[in-house]
């Protein structure tokens, strides 16, 4: 895991909750910069969140050192606080219940044991520039996603 360190800010956004929801993702390496983003017509924002890491970490083509730049609670928390007591109770919480998205938090786990990532949360909506443009890039998921949705129906 040697070379420069992987630096991805990301975001979840949906239109009501559950709705129509798009994650963003914003990835630099050195000067190199890729944007991604997604979404799903019926979906919560939380999914969305924890999508939009999961969809970063896929497109790093070998182990790499990863910064991810968060807004949400809900993914740094569930990273450093949550997951190792989750996955000793078997993907229970503490008072017993399934845990919501362990899907996806299963998913981000196997993602995330193949690098060294550190995770730092950041205020939204507080002129990160990297936040900003994975906010958008979200943003523009959730467009997708509505777009589709009024297309099938």
Request: hydrophobic content about 35%; aromatic content about 6%.
């Amino acid at each position: 895991m040697s070379g420069k360190v992987v630096e991805i800010w990301t975001d979840g956004a949906c239109k009501g909750n559950p709705g129509p929801g798009g994650w963003g993702a914003l990835l630099r390496h050195g000067r190199h910069e890729k944007e991604m983003c997604g979404g799903e017509s019926a979906t919560t924002n939380n999914r969305m969140e924890l999508t939009g890491v999961i969809e970063a970490l896929k497109a790093l083509k070998r182990p790499c050192q990863v910064v991810v730049h968060t807004d949400s609670q809900y993914v740094q928390k569930g990273m450093n606080e949550w997951l190792p007591n989750w996955k000793r109770r078997g993907w229970r919480t503490a008072d017993k219940k399934p845990v919501r998205n362990a899907d996806l938090w299963q998913e981000l786990d196997a993602l995330v044991n193949q690098h060294q990532v550190e995770w730092r949360w950041v205020r939204g909506h507080a002129g990160d520039p990297g936040n900003e443009r994975a906010d958008a890039l979200a943003n523009l998921g959730v467009r997708k996603a509505a777009k589709h949705t009024e297309i099938s129906m």
